[in-house]
């Protein structure tokens, strides 16, 4: 099934009087939403006593979760430590991912500043797939690694780019953020017709089955010549893109998605929009 949630906690999460991300689960499904990403984007910090509770919590509620990893990873580096640095953080995430009941570890892949784009893909495939060992070693082999398309030219993670690297197993689950490929694109979504290309594209690399499960983020982005530049809130309509050219395309191809909102301290309220307008159409068809 489709699912739609928040990036992290929004802040009337916290204006509620709402303190811990173990009531997140509870708070969610209150709000009929079914997906949460929890951040370990700043480092793994979390314990494992609240990682099983958010867990249990998550389970009881229907909320599917899954955790984005630390941005400092970089598959790419060209320093060799760093790149074993990587695998351990990933490793980190699964081990909370576990804990959790995640099934889903969003990561950033790295740079492509001094070795080109070549060599850098070629890096971050090889950590990949010696991650991917170490997750089976580890027992995490039932956790998906989803590598992410990202916003910023100099940042390894194009479309293609993490395409290529899906390519390579069967479990790793492209994260596509729409934000990021307009950003990217210098603004290129802007119809339904540019979004059935991106679908086309990732169908037609990795396949119909598995690009029916892609996980995505989705928000407004405002971008300069390097691409991304910051994340805003549906309300700011002035940014792109806009989620109503794409969830016509969801309704049609019947995919089933994880929906990641990543609006700035909007996130579950634009989720719920975005739940909103795919219901909308999906109704509407029916009735004809
Ligand atoms: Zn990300």
Known sequence: MIRFGPSGNSDSFYE??????????????????????????KGVKVG???AREIGQQAES?????????????????EEEDKRENSKRYIMETLQVAKWMGAKRIVVHTGSTSKLGREKS???????????????????FGDISICPEVLGKHNQLGTLEE??????????LIPTI???HIHARGLGMLNSQEDFEKVIDYIENSIGKERAKRIHCHFSRIEFSKGGEKKHWNFAD???????????????NRQMEPVII????????????????IYYGILENQNLF
């Open 48 to 50: 494992e006593a609240t």
């Open 16 to 41: 509620e009087g709402f303190k811990s991300s173990v009531q997140m689960p509870a708070w969610l499904a209150s709000k009929g939403l079914n997906a949460y990403e929890y951040s370990c984007t």
């Open 121 to 139: 893909l070629e890096l971050a495939i090889q950590v990949l797939k010696e991650t991917l060992q170490m997750s089976d070693a580890a027992g």
């Open 237 to 251: 309509k002035q940014f792109g893109p806009e989620f109503e050219h794409l969830a016509p395309v969801l309704v």
């Open 177 to 179: 953020d729409f934000g």
């Open 61 to 77: 509620n229907n909320i599917s979760v899954s955790i984005h990893a630390p941005y400092y990873i970089n598959m790419s580096s």
């Open 261 to 276: 909102c990543e609006s700035r301290g909007m996130m579950a309220e634009d989720a719920s929009e975005m739940k909103d």
């Open 162 to 171: 993490i395409m290529e690297m899906c390519k390579n197993d069967e479990r």
